[in-house]
């Protein structure tokens, strides 16, 4: 294994830019001291996509490390999705062999993750007849009992979705089904006025980078529907009416960007396996992690940790 070099926090996304990382750090501590609550840390993990090649088991390693130190007791750990290299198209044994190589890699961390399942967690390579085809094998690594959840920490309530679905009978198109968008709206019409919402998939609602994957073909942009909610005008035309929703987070596209459109900020996060783990730059966003400070107030600042193979 090389030696690794982290290079530190580079990028900074924020509704509360008038406070700088350090400063932020200060308030929660300043707050927790004077009985007043702090802002959550919140870490987003994404697109791991562990397996036993291209050095990913140590540079994986070595990352779980570095977030440690950056993040040591963080109120939230979620990683957003394609935990495995992929499940879609590989057979049991070589998908029992990613997940296990992901427990042990994930020593580590608290034992509290939440998930949010991606699009090659999705077990397809094996028969239907199965019990373990398709999202069941993912959501009892994941320990989820059911694809898509919430969860409340102080001002803040968490709204997780699972974005993948079936299209004539294959994998995988982004949207949510229609059981899954009455539950959305139930539990946004059951979220007081005070909370904050965030809403966490794994592939995004909407997104600007979305055209470094794109083709432009005779002057039509065609972007496909398995890299961004095929369904994204109908899931904003919900969140914007509640104005609780203040962010939307995903992963899938290994790009980081923001946008802030109609109230609400839409932020995807770059790949901690970068460009699948061949390079640690895919497009223009070098590999790396997220941590969110989310403020009672329902501001939040965000910064993107990279590092570097060396
Ligand atoms: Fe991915």
Redesign the pocket.
């Known amino acids: 294994m090389k030696r690794r070099k982290f290079m530190g926090t580079l990028a900074l996304s924020s509704t509360a830019m008038a406070f700088g990382s350090a400063r932020a750090i200060d308030l929660k501590n300043n707050n927790e001291q004077l009985g007043l609550h702090g802002p959550l840390r919140f870490l987003q993990l994404?697109?791991t996509?562990v397996f036993d090649d291209r050095n990913s088991p140590a540079y994986t390693a070595m990352f779980m490390e570095k977030a440690m130190e950056i993040v040591p007791d963080p109120d939230i750990i979620c990683h957003t999705?394609?935990v495995i290299m992929d499940a879609l198209k590989k057979n049991r044994v070589e998908v029992a062999d990613q997940w296990k190589l992901w427990h042990s890699l994930k020593k580590g961390l608290p034992n509290n993750i939440r998930y949010a399942i991606?699009?090659?967690d999705i077990w397809g390579g094996g028969p239907k007849s199965d019990p373990m085809y398709g999202k069941n094998w993912a959501m009892d690594e994941m320990e989820l009992q059911n694809r898509f959840y919430s969860f409340t920490k102080g001002q803040w309530k968490f709204i997780v979705l699972d974005s993948t679905q079936t299209m004539d009978g294959n994998w995988y198109t982004a949207f949510i089904d229609d059981i899954q968008r009455e539950w959305l709206i139930g539990e946004l019409d059951n979220t007081p006025k005070e909370t904050h919402v965030m809403i966490v998939s794994h592939i995004p609602i909407l997104s600007t980078c979305i055209f470094d994957w794109a083709k432009s073909e005779n002057g039509i942009w065609k972007v496909s529907g398995s890299l961004m909610h095929s369904d994204s005008h109908e899931v904003q035309a919900i969140l914007r009416s509640y104005p609780q929703v203040k962010l939307c987070i995903s992963?899938?596209l290994?790009l980081l960007d923001k946008i802030s459109y109609d109230g609400i900020d839409y932020l995807g996060s770059g790949?901690i396996?970068g460009n699948?783990w061949s390079s640690e730059t895919f497009h223009r966003t070098h590999c790396g992690f997220c941590v969110f400070d989310l403020y009672p107030d329902g501001s939040y600042q965000r910064k993107y940790y990279e590092y570097e193979w060396q």
Do not use: P
């Open positions: 994404t697109d996509h999705g394609d991606g699009n090659h992963g899938h290994h790949a396996s699948w």
